[in-house]
């Protein structure tokens, strides 16, 4: 089934805890969780101190509730008092008062890109924001952002035709290195949606088709020219006067970041334990659905849990460590695999780990600010890894060793308490037995007595041990990911080790 949600506010580009630019999360008091939280909002508790009431709010009003004790944000047009909410916000009070009486529509946008705020504080909605006459009348959508002249140029355009069994449409990218990971399709019924990433822009057909369709398509990309076949079968063959009904975001180009989520329903197909409290989740995308999640990218899960929509963002893996390196692999490209954590108190994880094998549960689009070429440009490559930090190292390892050549070292060092808590140690031990260039440093905090390894927290010394250019003048990049204050730590402590922001690439959440 086909999901698309309402403009949320969607999140950094993450991972696990996805790209750079994320808010570290605060402690939060005893009965403060995401489940208080939902237990709150349906109490019947008047949250907006409105008694029901929807009011039409003025810039004016708006500015004078901007204190913790009565605080207003406005996020795309919709005022909320989330004053109730202040203590229920994992990245603190200080965190909601940054857009305190005020439109805080770019901020969160910034920051939770992927929460669906309409869902998590619709007890909270105090009204509309006033439209000023001037600027945009009432009854007027508001206006669309114009690209530049360069942008426009490079719009990319579409054509079909087709046969008495087959329909062909053609996307001209405009791009000269389109590939399979850049082409995202999904179609339910007669509804058709097929969005091509350009960089940092999005392009997006989608039709009511004129007549059904088979559930399999063929795609065929030619790489050089940057066109884009998709090929669709027909159920009856009769001809199409037209191709479909264009629906409200059809042939638009626009920033990424301005274009909302879309979820498919993906089948929960296999579950694995790889450590004492974390499983590998195997899920299964639609037939219709043509979708591959490039190194370095995550997806949202969402559920609906107790009666609110609940949106996480991880990072896809693979099903295993490949083992040779002789040329690049082609890995199932109808699975997604997610390597999670189950937290004993986490109402997500708890969620998930419940899910029984042919339930579903809802995907995103891939999202994330790395770049392959960040690698294919490296010569030096070193991973930083606390517990499932690990999950976006697992393709960026494969990746590296398979289709870079000019890299001379890759190594891993990952943090973990206990042995138990290493994820895939005897594939990773194997890994560097089987590639001469790939060295793992397993560094615990809480060893056993008999731990002959390496033992201690991130630190600014035990990264210079480590974290060593193979030649002077070589080109080197450090990945990065983990818990908030490990990233954090571990990205001050490299730009004081004379690392430039460049050399840098933290996956943080």
């Not at 708006?62 to 795309?76: G, P, Q, T, V």
């Not at 559920?303 to 949106?311: R, S």
């Not at 996480?312 to 999670?340: G, N, Q, R, W």
């Not at 990952?414 to 440093?441: H, P, S, Y």
Request: charged letters at 25%.
């Amino acid at each position: 089934m086909l999901n698309v949600p309402p403009q949320a506010f969607p999140a950094p580009s993450s991972q696990q805890r996805a790209a750079a630019g994320g808010r570290a999360k605060v402690p939060l008091k005893p009965g403060r969780s995401l489940m208080d939280w939902i237990r709150l909002t349906k109490s019947g508790k008047d949250m907006t101190g409105l008694k029901g009431r929807l009011i039409e709010v003025t810039e004016d009003e708006l500015a004078k509730h901007n204190k913790k004790e009565d605080c207003w944000i406005c996020i795309r047009g919709f005022v909320y008092n989330v004053t109730p909410y202040m203590e229920y916000h994992p990245g603190g009070e200080d965190e909601l008062m940054k857009a305190a009486g005020t439109d805080g529509t770019d901020l969160f946008d910034q920051v939770h890109r992927w929460v669906n705020y309409e869902s998590m504080l619709k007890e909270c909605l105090v009204g509309r924001m006033a439209v000023k006459p001037i600027a945009a009348p009432k009854g007027m959508l508001p206006e669309k952002k114009v690209l530049s002249g360069a942008s426009k140029d490079l719009t990319p355009s579409y054509d079909w035709f087709q046969t008495d069994s087959l329909i062909t449409i053609v996307i001209y990218t405009k791009q000269k290195d389109m590939n399979a990971e850049l082409v995202i399709l999904d179609h339910e019924d007669k509804r058709l949606r097929g969005e091509i990433i350009v960089d940092d822009y999005s392009y997006l057909l989608e039709v009511d088709l004129d007549h059904a369709v088979e559930e399999d398509m063929a795609v065929n990309i030619a790489e050089k020219v940057g066109k884009v076949e998709i090929i669709l079968k027909k159920k009856d063959n009769v001809h199409w006067k037209i191709l479909g009904q264009p629906l409200e975001s059809h042939n638009t180009f626009m920033k990424r970041t301005d274009r909302g989520l879309f979820y498919r329903k993906c089948k929960l197909v296999l579950k694995t334990e790889v450590t004492h409290d974390t499983k590998l989740f195997c899920l299964l995308l639609p037939e219709s659905t043509h979708l591959r999640v490039p190194t370095g990218q995550h997806v949202y899960l969402k559920q609906i849990i107790a009666g609110t929509e609940v949106v996480k963002p991880y990072t896809p893996v693979l099903p295993f460590l490949p083992l040779d390196f002789k040329e690049p692999s082609c890995h199932d490209s109808a699975h997604i695999y997610l390597m999670i954590k189950i937290y004993s108190c986490g109402l997500f994880t708890q969620a998930l780990d419940h899910l029984q094998i042919g339930d579903c549960i809802s995907v995103s689009n891939p999202e994330g600010s790395f770049k392959k070429s960040q690698v294919q440009t490296s010569e030096d490559l070193f991973l930083l890894a606390a517990g499932t930090g690990f999950t976006p190292m697992v393709k960026l390892l494969n990746f590296a060793l398979t289709e870079v050549s000019c890299l001379r070292t890759v190594k891993l060092i990952f943090f973990n308490r206990t042995e138990d808590d290493i994820l895939w140690r005897n594939q990773l031990e194997q890994l560097a037995l089987k590639d001469q260039r790939f060295e793992i440093q397993f560094i615990l905090s809480q060893p056993k007595k008999d731990w002959v390894g390496k033992q201690g927290m991130i630190s600014s010394s035990l990264l210079s041990e480590f974290v060593k250019r193979s030649r002077k003048d070589s080109k080197v990049l450090i990945c990065i990911c983990g818990p908030t204050p490990f990233t954090e730590q571990g990205v001050q402590y490299l730009k004081d080790l004379g690392y430039s922001q460049e050399e840098v690439h933290p996956f943080t959440a």
